[in-house]
């Protein structure tokens, strides 16, 4: 399927799920219209909101921040990720050693840590991005680990018997074996990154899409909530459109890469 067929398809498919959503709110099909729109609102009073909002400068305020605190914890969590799942890869013994306490790690609630991050970091920037570092590292570093570990012993054998070093063997088997596995995990660490950012902000902040759609909550602005998931939504698929092209650069070696997507 070509580009712009897929985007057609695409396309259509949002088309017709706003189509249900609008027939579901003004039509009587599961009761009274007003009351379905207390829960739902309506696609185009969302869509209307969503263009108000951008109309003024004060949703620019709020995604500055939450871009901010989105962009840090998938940086500081992925790279420690990387690191880290490289290092425990190549060490057998370091990942013995170290396993119950990762996996200890991995099984802590996030939601319970938030409010001991706002406590140690108080209520601006960094207790979010606490919160979102813890997301997106786990995932980055077991999906790295388990690359480089996949990596095929007779190409390993073959590397070594051609007189690569450790240094070389690192830039040149393990790397690129890594890089498919690492990007995978990348892919689903945006969104994680962002939740991270957001739920901080819904517990405790003055600014930032969470914040504001805590805000709208709170008086039971349906349509308000709606539109901030909204603009999470695009928020996500442009920062995970980024990531993408990172990926089709460094990934041009793989075999169907040009046309994958």
């Not at 690191?83 to 060490?91: E, N, T």
């Not at 997106?136 to 095929?152: A, D, K």
């Not at 070389?168 to 990007?183: D, G, I, K, N, S």
Request: with cysteine; charged share 10%; glycine share 10%.
């Amino acid at each position: 399927m070509s580009r712009a067929a897929l985007l057609a398809c695409q396309v259509v498919v949002g088309l017709v799920m706003l189509a249900v959503w609008h027939a579901v709110t003004v039509y009587p099909i599961f009761g009274a219209p007003k009351q379905v729109q207390f829960f739902f609102s309506t696609p185009l009073d969302v869509i209307a909101r969503v263009v108000r909002e951008f109309s003024g400068t004060e949703i620019w305020r709020h995604l500055f921040i939450t871009l901010q605190e989105t962009l840090l914890a998938f940086l500081f969590g992925a790279g420690g990720g990387i690191v880290v799942g490289f290092i425990f890869a190549r060490s057998d013994v370091v990942a013995a050693i170290f396993d119950p306490y990762i996996k200890a790690a991995n099984a802590l609630p996030r939601v319970v840590l938030a409010p001991i991050f706002a406590l140690w970091f108080g209520l601006g920037i960094w207790s979010k991005v606490a919160l979102g570092f813890t997301l997106v590292f786990f995932i980055v570093f077991f999906n790295v680990y388990q690359g480089v570990r996949e990596v095929s012993p007779v190409v390993l054998a073959n590397a070594r018997m051609l007189g690569m070093n450790g240094r070389q063997l690192l830039r040149h088997v393990y790397w690129p074996a890594a890089l498919t596995w690492m990007f995978s995990s990348l892919h689903t660490s945006v969104g994680f990154a962002l939740v991270g950012a957001v739920v901080g902000e819904y517990l405790g902040a003055s600014a930032g899409l969470g914040y504001k759609i805590h805000e709208a909550e709170s008086v039971f602005d349906v349509t308000g909530v709606f539109a901030g998931m909204a603009i999470l939504s695009a928020f996500v698929i442009a920062i995970d459109a980024l990531v993408t092209l990172a990926e089709n650069r460094l990934l041009a070696w793989r075999p169907g890469q040009g046309g994958a997507r």
